[in-house]
C-alpha cells in the first residue's frame, strides 16, 4: 500500500481517472443544529440520513471505496449525553440499515478500536460485517472509536508481538509492512478526503494512509452535503494531477 515516487501508479488525473476511495471526515452536525435552536443530536440524525445519501451516490460515480469518520478517539470528551446519544444513533443506524446494505451489495468495515465500545453496538458491527462480507459492489468503512495515532501504535504493538514470536524479521520492516498491521490493511489508500464545515485539517483521520490523498474542505456543514456536491468533488478530482513526489511527465 505503502507508494513512493517509483512504485507509485502515476495516476494524471488530466485523464479523467475519479477517485476509487474517498474518505470522509462529517464535521458539522453540531453547529447545523444550533443554528435551528435545536440539540446536537438533532444534527447528527440529520448527519445519518446525508450518510444513506452519500453512500447511494457513490457506486454511479464510480467511488467503490467511501471511509466514513463517525467517532474519534477523541469525541469521548464529549458530554455524556452526546456520547451516548452517538451510540445509540450507531446501534440504531446499524440496525436499521443492514438490510438495505445486504441487498444493495455494500459490504461494511468497522475501523477504530473495538474494545470501548458496549457489547451491543459490537454484536451488532460484527453481525453487519459478516452479513456483507461477500459484497463487492462497494466498500463501506465506518470509522468508530477511531484515531490514527491509536491505530499506529496498536499495529505497532502487533508488529512487535510479531518480531518476539519470531513471525517477522525487523530487518525486514519497510513502508510494506506497517500497512499491514493497520486496520486499513484491506483497503486501497484515499485518493481524495473530504472535510465539511470549514475547518482545515485532518484531526488524526488516516494519519498514515492519507500521506499522498488530494483534500477538499469546504464551508459545507456535513447536514447540508448533499449528493450533487459530492459529485461536483468527485469530477474536481478528476483534473487533478497527483505526482506522489515525482515531476510531471
Ligand atoms: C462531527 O460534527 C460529527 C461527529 C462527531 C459525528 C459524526 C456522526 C454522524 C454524521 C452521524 C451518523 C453516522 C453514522 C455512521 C450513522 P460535530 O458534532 O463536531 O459538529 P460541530 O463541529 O458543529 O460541533
Redesign the pocket.
Known amino acids: 500500500m505503502a507508494r513512493d515516487a517509483s512504485t507509485a501508479p502515476m495516476r494524471p488525473n488530466g485523464g479523467g481517472a475519479g477517485p476509487r476511495h474517498v474518505a470522509v471526515i462529517?464535521?458539522?452536525?453540531?453547529?447545523?443544529a444550533q443554528q435551528r435552536g435545536r440539540p446536537?443530536l438533532f444534527?447528527?440524525h440529520a448527519?445519518?440520513r446525508r450518510?444513506r445519501e452519500i453512500v447511494e451516490a457513490c457506486p454511479g460515480l464510480g467511488v467503490d471505496y467511501l471511509t466514513?469518520f463517525?467517532?474519534s478517539t477523541e469525541?469521548w470528551k464529549r458530554t455524556q449525553t452526546e456520547v451516548a446519544g452517538?451510540m445509540s444513533?450507531?446501534r440504531r443506524?446499524i440496525f436499521k440499515e443492514m438490510q438495505a446494505f445486504v441487498r444493495e451489495g455494500v459490504r461494511v468495515r468497522f475501523i477504530g478500536d473495538r474494545l470501548r465500545l458496549d457489547a451491543k453496538l459490537r454484536a451488532l458491527m460484527d453481525e453487519v460485517e459478516a452479513l456483507t462480507g461477500h459484497n463487492t459492489r462497494m466498500h463501506l468503512t465506518?470509522a468508530l472509536n477511531y484515531g490514527g495515532r491509536d491505530e499506529v501504535a496498536r499495529a505497532t504493538k502487533r508488529l512487535a508481538r510479531d518480531v518476539r514470536d519470531g513471525k517477522l524479521d525487523p530487518e525486514t520492516v519497510d513502508e510494506e509492512t506497517l500497512p499491514r498491521y493497520l486496520d486499513t490493511c484491506v483497503l486501497p489508500d484515499p485518493d481524495l478526503v473530504i472535510r465539511t464545515?470549514g475547518e482545515a485539517r485532518i484531526s488524526n483521520f488516516l494519519l498514515w494512509q492519507s500521506a499522498y490523498s488530494e483534500y477538499e474542505f469546504t464551508e459545507i456543514?456535513?447536514p447540508d452535503f448533499t449528493r450533487e456536491i459530492f459529485a461536483g468533488m468527485v469530477a474536481g478530482y478528476a483534473g487533478r494531477e497527483r505526482r506522489f513526489g515525482a515531476v510531471s511527465a
Open positions: 462529517m464535521d458539522g452536525n453540531g453547529r447545523w446536537r444534527g447528527h448527519g445519518a450518510v466514513i463517525a467517532f469525541n452517538l444513533l450507531f443506524y465506518i464545515s456543514l456535513w
